[in-house]
Structure formats: structure tokens, C-alpha cells
């Protein structure tokens, strides 16, 4: 079965400065990995997504994120935070597109004005 | 588009008590729901996923006679927490696809608290 990790519980960030959540997963082949983010009082949201192809992907709101196979992560980037990033972070596996997907634990941002 | 919600936002019930928890997609026809259930700094862990019209499937260790769900029409799910305890207090949420849509593509609706006590 597949699983997933994030190890960062909270993330402290100015705001401006640039931002990386990692992820790392567990699984034989190659999954399918997504970025979801839950703001307070609202439903999750994917944020991107990987299926193959080109290992940068980008996403909405300015994130992207990079899928390293070696590494077997697929840590979420954004270059300038924003206030209204506050958020928390969910990484998330599934063996493929037609599977609900398995969530890490997820990563509190926390963005200082 | 693509909206879900969920009423109650928030409900407290004493122990022994059932409640109800609504989740509706406003906007489109959802085929398919799904609950999960999220534990302070932990994951969501999926409960169970509904299709409209027959049974729910229940996730290995979900107690299918203690959360009753029902997802009668396209745009209604409800799950119903039966005979409460403390234990079951935590913050439920719901998703739903759209018809033909990856299981992945998953519209959440914004959760509710059910503090039982």
C-alpha cells in the first residue's frame, strides 16, 4: 500500500519569502501525487497534480512543485508568500487516477506579516 | 462552480445521542461521495464512499452500524453518528466527484465539528 509523509508539522514564513513543504511517499511504482490545501472554514482544494511527463508541475495560486523520483518526493514551492497563504497543506498519493488518493498528515503555514 | 457544503458546521450532542451531519453538492450531480473523518494533526482518513442509489462501502475499521450513511439522491449525502461517545468527537468531512470524473478530482465540502460530551 502506498503512504505518504510530511515531515514538517508547522512552517513559519515571512511574508515575501519564498516557501517549500516537502512530501515524500512510499510506493513501488510510479504514483500519482497531489498537492491539496485547506483554509480554515473551507474545503480542501487541489492545488496540482502529477501524473507523468515533465517533473515540474505548476499549479494555481503561483505553487508548483517537483517530482524526484530518486528522492521519491514531491516537495510544493512557492517563490513569494502571501499572507492569504496561511493555510494547511495536504500531500497526497494514489496508484492512479481512478483511486482516491492517501493524505499525509499535512504541514500548518504559518506566514508573518 | 463545483460546490459542496455540509451542515452542520459545528454540533454538540451528549453522549448516547445520534446526530446527523448533511453534504450537498450545490451546483452539479454527484455520483459518488465520499467521508472522511480528520484527527487534529493527522490526515483525513476516508470512512467510507457513497454511491447514489445502494449501499455505502465501508473502510476496513469503520464501524458501518455506528456511522449510518445514506446518499439518497444525487445531491445529498447524510451521515448519521449513532449512540455518540466522547471517542467519536472529531471533525468530519465530505467530497464528492463529479459524474465521470477521477476519483482524485474530489470537490470537499468544509467539514463539521462534532464535539460529543
Known amino acids: 500500500a502506498q503512504s505518504v509523509t510530511q515531515p514538517d508539522i508547522h512552517i513559519t514564513v515571512s511574508e515575501g519569502a519564498s516557501l517549500e513543504l516537502r512530501c515524500n511517499y512510499s510506493y513501488g511504482a510510479t504514483p500519482y501525487l497531489f498537492w491539496y490545501v485547506q483554509s480554515p472554514g473551507q474545503g480542501l482544494q487541489l492545488l496540482l497534480k502529477?501524473?507523468?511527463?515533465?517533473?515540474l508541475v505548476q499549479g494555481i495560486k503561483g505553487f508548483e512543485a517537483e517530482f524526484k523520483r530518486s528522492q521519491s518526493s514531491f516537495n510544493l514551492r512557492k517563490p513569494s508568500v502571501h499572507w492569504s497563504d496561511a493555510a494547511e497543506y495536504f500531500c497526497?498519493?494514489?496508484?492512479?487516477?481512478?483511486?482516491?488518493?492517501?493524505f499525509g498528515r499535512g504541514t500548518s503555514l504559518i506566514v508573518h506579516p | 462552480g463545483a460546490v459542496v457544503s455540509q451542515h452542520p458546521s459545528r454540533v454538540i450532542c451528549k453522549s448516547g445521542t445520534s446526530v446527523k451531519i448533511e453534504c450537498r453538492s450545490l451546483?452539479?450531480?454527484?455520483?459518488?461521495m465520499f467521508w472522511y473523518r480528520q484527527f487534529p494533526k493527522k490526515s483525513l482518513m476516508l470512512m467510507a464512499t457513497s454511491n447514489e442509489g445502494s449501499k455505502a462501502t465501508y473502510e476496513q475499521g469503520v464501524e458501518k452500524d455506528k456511522f449510518l450513511i445514506n446518499h439518497a439522491s444525487l445531491t445529498l449525502s447524510t451521515l448519521t453518528v449513532t449512540s455518540a461517545h466522547p471517542e467519536d468527537s472529531s471533525f468530519y468531512i465530505c467530497?464528492?466527484?463529479?459524474?465521470?470524473?477521477?476519483?482524485?478530482?474530489?470537490?470537499f465540502g468544509p467539514g463539521t465539528r462534532l464535539t460529543v460530551t
Open positions: 502529477y501524473f507523468s511527463g515533465d517533473t
Open positions: 467530497s464528492a466527484t463529479t459524474p465521470g470524473g477521477p476519483s482524485y478530482e474530489q470537490y
Open positions: 497526497a498519493v494514489a496508484p492512479g487516477g481512478s483511486y482516491i488518493p492517501t
Open positions: 451546483d452539479f450531480q454527484a455520483t459518488t
